[in-house]
């Protein structure tokens, strides 16, 4: 098991990753503080598949526990739902120790993230992520949110957690689809900030897609502590550091956005970071050969070597709806090699649209 630290003053928190180690986190709680009466926001199927030992683990540590289930979809990442939630917990909680434990994907963790910091300007809320996705990623650095009709993501705030407990014997359940969707997640991280990982994935590629837990507890211990020291040195994104772990997003949510979510958020990331990539090459700053060193490994886990049924005009057209779009300035982060990135502003369009053209089937 391993310990990571998010250092942010009085914020400051534990990422604890293992495998099995979910039976330790009544200890964990009580190191961090948080009250007696946890409310668990989760969705039926988590629940079914990992739900008593998530309940048995906080009975273990002396807390109650009360279950709000909300359905598995992004649709349930709303302001209505959230809001219902926040009602449904001071009906129960008035007179408790209240903090909020979000078990789940994602989807949960944002929604539970800000329910818990809404409710009473703010409770006590612990992630344990069950998706890969959500424990190399999403339930690290705090963003908390919901979905509005015209757009992902665009209510919420920075909230951070006071615990992070990631079991990877919780992915022992996910589907392949699901593992490639946050090893997306996964070969980013080797590609912004560290080679030794990106050799591991491209040596291990296979026992990673088969869900070993080894070589999981491995990448995720990694990909946590990189976005741990990224999140320290950054935490509200104003010291442009932590736009780097937007590379591949910026092409990556207009393609998922133009393909009205058909192409899930890590397939659509492998085929940013391609476009990225070739923006790169393109613009002389990364060589032709590191460019298919991450083509390869990206086939390799499976991802799609084109962008398929979506016109580029839509894929543009959405990119334009892009939060991290300054004003009319475009902003990408590019690569200079594996290992190391770059953040670009105005790109000149016409290579932005060459770069999406040649992938397109
Ligand atoms: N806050 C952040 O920094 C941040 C970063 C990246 C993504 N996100 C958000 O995360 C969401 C996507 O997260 P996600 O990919 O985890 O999707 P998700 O939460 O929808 O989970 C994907 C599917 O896996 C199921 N699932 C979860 N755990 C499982 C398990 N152990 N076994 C079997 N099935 C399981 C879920 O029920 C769901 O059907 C998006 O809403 C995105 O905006 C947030
Ligand atoms: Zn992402």
Redesign the pocket.
């Known amino acids: 098991m391993k310990e990571i630290r998010v250092r942010l003053g009085a914020r400051s928190y534990s990422i604890v990753v293992g495998s099995g180690n979910l039976r330790t986190l009544a200890s964990w709680l009580r190191r961090s503080g948080v009250g007696g009466d946890a409310v668990v926001v989760t969705?039926p199927?988590?629940r079914r598949?990992?739900g008593q030992k998530l309940f048995r683990a906080l009975k273990q540590g002396g807390c109650s526990v009360k279950v709000f289930e909300v359905a598995?979809s992004?649709r349930s990442?709303s302001v209505k739902v959230a809001f219902s939630l926040v009602e449904k917990i001071a009906r129960y909680g008035a007179d408790k120790k209240v903090f909020v434990v979000a078990f789940?994907?994602?989807?949960?963790?944002?929604l539970a993230g800000f329910v818990a910091s809404s409710y009473k300007r703010g409770v006590p809320f612990v992630q344990v992520p069950?998706?890969l996705?959500?424990q190399v990623?999403?339930a690290i650095?705090g963003?908390?949110g919901v979905d509005l009709p015209s757009g992902?993501?665009l209510v919420g705030d920075f909230y951070q957690p006071k615990l992070v407990l990631a079991d990877v014997k919780?992915?022992s359940?996910?589907s392949e689809r699901?593992v490639r969707?946050g090893l997306a997640e996964v070969v980013k991280y080797g590609v912004i900030a560290d080679t030794t990982l990106f050799a591991y994935i491209e040596k291990n590629f296979e026992k990673l897609l088969k869900n070993d837990p080894g070589a999981m507890a491995k990448v995720v211990t990694r990909c946590a502590t990189i976005k741990a020291a990224v999140v320290s040195k950054d935490e509200r994104e104003t010291k442009g550091l932590r736009t780097i772990l937007n590379f591949g997003h910026t092409i990556g949510h207009a393609v998922e956005a133009a393909s009205n979510y058909r192409i899930h958020?890590g397939e659509a990331v492998a085929l940013g970071m391609r476009v990225a990539c070739e923006i790169s090459r393109r613009l002389k700053l990364m060589s032709a050969l590191e460019a298919a060193r991450l083509e390869t490994l990206l086939t390799a886990l499976g991802f799609s070597e084109s962008i398929t049924g979506i016109a580029p005009a839509k894929i543009l057209h959405a990119m334009r709806f892009d939060k991290k779009f300054k004003g009319k300035k475009n902003r990408f982060v590019l690569a200079r090699s594996i290992g190391k990135v770059i953040v670009r502003e105005s790109v000149p369009p016409s290579v932005v649209e060459k770069s999406i053209e040649s992938f397109l089937a």
């Open positions: 969705n199927l988590i598949l990992h598995d992004e990442k789940g994907g994602g989807v949960i963790g944002d069950t998706t996705l959500a990623d999403s650095g963003k908390v992902k993501n919780l992915l359940s996910l699901q969707n958020h």
